[in-house]
């Protein structure tokens, strides 16, 4: 017989209390910050040309009688990204299922939730490329109020600009926020902070600390081949070893500068 290809930790003892630890890295689902394209066609290694559009500033103060003597102007840059394949895979023994079923359902479980975790990471990763910015000494509402004032329309009134915000940074905009901060019970949903300025914010442990990211669903776009795919594989009935496989195809990729504003505090910019 071969040697095994995999080590799970299972109970061998005979009185068992169950037990699973939380495996999200964040409960925030970023997905539904993300215009979501699941037309996406394709195999992993393939290229796809995106357009990413972004303006140059153009509030000038004037005096009496003084016109504009710059505008504001769309650029286009267009990157190339590669179609990926996101992979997991759980093997498991016909006598470890038969030992401990709780081993397979929680190796089951953590494929969609691995999987979960890496969308996560990679969305939030395209949202820190954003590069219009504000610097500011501490997250208060004024803070806030000229982040959201670099967006090109005021879309607040629904709901389209919203902040990602690091736990560690949490408690430091309540403190200053204070009364400025609302909560609105039909945004109670996982990560949900409050509203400031119209923007709600959302905690993430994939958000930067000392950053805060202020963006609509249009900056972020996620090309998708439609599905999760599952396979299950009986590579060896002699040896009765079973094997799953989860994998999803696609790119993320930050489409449009104009609709992402970083708002970074002077300190964390200075340490480096």
Request: aromatic letters at 10%.
């Amino acid at each position: 017989m071969s040697e095994l290809n995999h080590t799970h930790q299972k109970y061998d003892n005979f009185v068992l209390a169950v037990e699973f630890e939380n495996q999200y890295q964040s409960k925030l689902d970023l997905m539904r910050f993300c215009t979501v394209d699941d037309s996406l066609v394709g195999t992993p290694g393939m290229k796809k040309k995106i357009n990413r559009y972004s303006a140059t500033d153009g509030t000038e103060v004037l005096t009496i009688g003084k016109g504009n003597t710059k505008n504001i102007e769309t650029k286009l840059t267009q990157e190339e990204y590669e179609i990926e394949l996101l992979q997991n895979r759980f093997p498991y023994y016909d006598e470890e299922a038969m030992q401990d079923p709780n081993v397979i359902t929680t190796g089951l479980n953590h494929m969609a939730v691995d999987m979960f975790n890496t969308a996560n990471k990679k969305a939030m990763a395209e949202f820190q490329k954003a590069t219009a910015k504000v610097e500011v000494e501490k997250f208060d509402f004024d803070a806030f109020v000229d982040g959201s004032a670099l967006f090109p329309e005021n879309e607040q009134e629904d709901m389209a600009i919203f902040g990602l915000v690091h736990p560690k940074d949490k408690a430091e905009i309540r403190k200053n926020l204070k009364d400025d901060l609302k909560y609105v019970e039909d945004y109670a949903r996982a990560g949900y902070i409050g509203h400031v300025a119209g923007v709600p914010l959302y905690n993430s442990n994939h958000a930067t600390q000392g950053t805060v990211i202020l963006a609509t669903k249009e900056a972020v776009k996620y090309f998708v081949k439609k599905g999760t795919e599952i396979e299950q594989e009986r590579s060896s009935a002699n040896e009765r070893l079973t094997t799953v496989y989860s994998r999803k195809y696609g790119i993320f990729a930050f489409v449009d500068d104009t609709k992402a504003v970083k708002l970074e505090k002077k300190s964390t910019s200075v340490s480096g």
